[in-house]
């Protein structure tokens, strides 16, 4: 099996910055693609950014210049840096990876439990 363990979220005021770190543990062989989603209140929910395994890296223009998505792999660990953060940023964010196991069946995605971002005006 393999869990995600999210961390970071809170309250911060418009312009503020908040760092958002997701860990992943269990009987993992590899980790290709992480990503992070975000679902605000009534809105479906939107990919944020991700990072392949080479470490290409894309985000949705709402967040472009402002948040950035990094991964350790030694750790099994993605983040997000979020800057000048913005009312309409507020939502919950949630990571997810995909890979390969140590036991079958090979293939795993998996979601974390999200975390909630509030950004006050």
């Known amino acids: 099996q393999v869990q995600l363990v999210e961390s970071g979220g809170g309250l911060v005021q418009s312009g503020g910055s908040l760092r958002l770190s997701c860990e992943a543990f269990?009987?993992?062989?590899?980790?290709?693609?992480m990503a992070w989603y975000r679902q605000a209140p009534g809105k479906q929910r939107e990919l944020v950014a991700s990072?392949?395994?080479?470490?290409?890296?894309d985000y949705a223009d709402s967040v472009k210049g402002r948040f950035t998505i990094s991964r350790d792999g030694a750790e099994n660990t993605v983040y997000l840096q979020m800057n000048s953060l913005k009312p309409e940023d507020t939502a919950v964010y949630s990571c997810?990876?995909?890979?390969?196991?140590?036991?079958?069946?090979?293939?795993?995605?998996?979601w974390g439990q999200g975390t909630l971002v509030t950004v006050s005006s």
């Open positions: 997810f990876m995909s890979g390969l196991k140590t036991i079958l069946p090979r293939d795993f995605d998996v």
């Open positions: 990072i392949s395994s080479l470490g290409t890296t």
């Open positions: 269990g009987t993992i062989l590899q980790i290709n693609d």
